[in-house]
T-cell receptor
Framework: DTAVSQTPKYLVTQMGNDKSIKCEQN?????MYWYKQDSKKFLKIMFS???????INETVPNRFSPKSPDKAHLNLHINSLELGDSAVYFC???????????FGEGSWLTVV | AQSVTQLGSHVSVSEGALVLLRCNYS??????LFWYVQYPNQGLQLLLK??????LVKGINGFEAEFKKSETSFHLTKPSAHMSDAAEYFC????????????FGGGTRLMVKP
C-alpha cells in the first residue's frame, strides 16, 4: 500500500483555471505538508498542517489554499492558475514527535 | 535562517567506483540533516538522517554520511556505485526539534556509467 498518495499524478491545464491536487496518507501521522519543486529542482515548503491546523504557511500566493478535512488528508486547491505555477508538487507527512518525513510521488502540474 | 548547498549539480561515476555527493549546510542551531533520493518519476525517499546521535550515519542501499560540525558538511558516500543508484539526491536541513520543516539543497544528479 502506498503510504502517501496524491492525485492526479499528471495535470495539464490552461491559464486561469482552478484545479485541486488531493493527498492522503495511511501512516497515522498527524502532520502533513505541501512542497513545491521548481524547474531548478529546488524543493520549497509551502504549507504544513498539524492535527488539521495550519502551522506553517510560507510566502505563497493566496491563490493557493490548502484544506485538511481530517488528519489523513491535505488537499491543495489552486485558483486562477498561472504559467509560473508549473512545477512538481509533493505532499508529505510525518509524526510530529519524530522527524522523518515521508513524501508522495509528486504531481506534475503544467499550465499552458 | 538555514540553507543547504550541494556542490555539483551533476556527478558521473563508473559502476563500482566510489560515490561522493557533497553537502554543506548553514544553521544557527544544531541541525538535523537528511539525504533523500528521487528516482525518475517517483517521489522522494529518505536515505538517511542525522539527529545528533552518531556522527557517521548509515542509510539504505549501502549509503552513509558523516556529520562534520567543523566543516559544516554532511557528505553522502557509497563505496561502490551500482547502476541502480542513478537518481537525483537531495540534502536537507531542519532546525526544528521535530524536524517538521525541511530546507532542501538544489539536488545532485548521479549518473553511473557501465
Amino acid at each position: 500500500d502506498t503510504a502517501v498518495s496524491q492525485t492526479p499524478k499528471y495535470l495539464v491545464t490552461q491559464m486561469g483555471n482552478d484545479k485541486s491536487i488531493k493527498c492522503e496518507q495511511n501512516l497515522g501521522h498527524d502532520t502533513m505538508y505541501w512542497y513545491k519543486q521548481d524547474s531548478k529542482k529546488f524543493l520549497k515548503i509551502m504549507f504544513s498542517y498539524n492535527n488539521k491546523e495550519l502551522i506553517i504557511n510560507e510566502t505563497v500566493p493566496n491563490r493557493f489554499s490548502p484544506k485538511s478535512p481530517d488528519k489523513a488528508h491535505l488537499n491543495l486547491h489552486i485558483n486562477s492558475l498561472e504559467l509560473g505555477d508549473s512545477a512538481v508538487y509533493f505532499c508529505a507527512s510525518s509524526q510530529s514527535v519524530g522527524n522523518t518525513i515521508y513524501f508522495g510521488e509528486g504531481s506534475w502540474l503544467t499550465v499552458v | 535562517a538555514q540553507s543547504v548547498t550541494q556542490l555539483g549539480s551533476h556527478v558521473s561515476v563508473s559502476e563500482g567506483a566510489l560515490v561522493l555527493l557533497r553537502c554543506n549546510y548553514s544553521s544557527s542551531v544544531p541541525p538535523y540533516l537528511f539525504w533523500y533520493v528521487q528516482y525518475p518519476n517517483q517521489g522522494l525517499q529518505l536515505l538517511l538522517k542525522y539527529t545528533s546521535a552518531a556522527t557517521l550515519v548509515k542509510g539504505i542501499n549501502g549509503f552513509e554520511a558523516e556529520f562534520k560540525k567543523s566543516e559544516t558538511s554532511f557528505h553522502l558516500t557509497k563505496p561502490s556505485a551500482h547502476m541502480s543508484d542513478a537518481a537525483e539526491y537531495f540534502c536537507a536541513v531542519s532546525e526544528d526539534n521535530a524536524g517538521n520543516m525541511l530546507t532542501f539543497g538544489g539536488g545532485t544528479r548521479l549518473m553511473v556509467k557501465p
